[in-house]
């Protein structure tokens, strides 16, 4: 099964990261929330507070088979950070599974890894994402070369969770 | 004196509304809060309430002399709503004094008006503004075309202070 990198801080939208995170658990897949130092707590924007598994020091991109990026305000600070925006480029270089809501992209951006990709998001960066190089669909989940799974908003889990898990399985 | 409309909401950085504004007000100008609906109590990073005087619906960009974009995760949220980025284009396109910090030119992204300029902002964003066609710079306070201020985190503020106060004079 898979080793899922989930990287992550405060302020994320708790059920982009809770309803993946359930779903990945419940298929085998092993899900490792990745933000500055382990243990460290961290609180979603409606008040979710989950420990952290591992600093970013302690990680490497190779220990990890699939990318996980939850939205909320957690990727645009994640991306003030060097060190999570190296991390996060290998995954999508190496087409391993990435899987993007909301503002997760915001983090892929940074990273420049998005130049000629098809990718939604949420609408506040949309034209971010377009700048970028994406060819943004307003669409409920996009996938794009078999790896890269994104979604714009929670209502939007269901389907993220379905199109990610088929990448998984492959 | 001039009037300066400030697009602000929840999530805003407290000092780069309050500490602006305060210096605004006491050199005479007049400090407007827009945001949806006038009356709303919005709250910043930290914890400061602020009484909004004007809804986004009241307003016209014509009727004011100035903008102010104070940062946090504020922007990004105004960004999401259509109205906010047609009401902050007039400003940038009739070079009327604008004044950013922080995460501000994220609104002046989606409204499609940085190609070309001289600007910084947080960290986080320069991606996002070199990718918009800006010329960023690691600057504590960048003025463009004698109109367009702006600067990237709290400590900035005396410069981003010094320089807005004397396009305002002008």
Known sequence: MAKIATVITN??????FTEPAKAFEEAGHEVVTIE???GNVIEGINGKRIKVDKGIDDVKPEDFDALFIP???SPDQLRADDQFVEFVKPFMDNKKPVFAICHGPQL???AKTLDGRQATGYKSI???MENAGVTYKDEEVV???GHFVTSRTP???PA???ESMKVLEK
């Open 108 to 110: 892929l951006i940074t």
């Open 11 to 16: 302020l994320y939208e708790d059920s982009e």
């Open 126 to 128: 949309k034209v971010d």
């Open 36 to 38: 500055k130092k382990a």
């Open 143 to 145: 996938v794009c070369s």
């Open 155 to 157: 209502d939007d889990i």
């Open 71 to 73: 939205g909320g305000f």
């Open 160 to 162: 993220f969770n379905r």
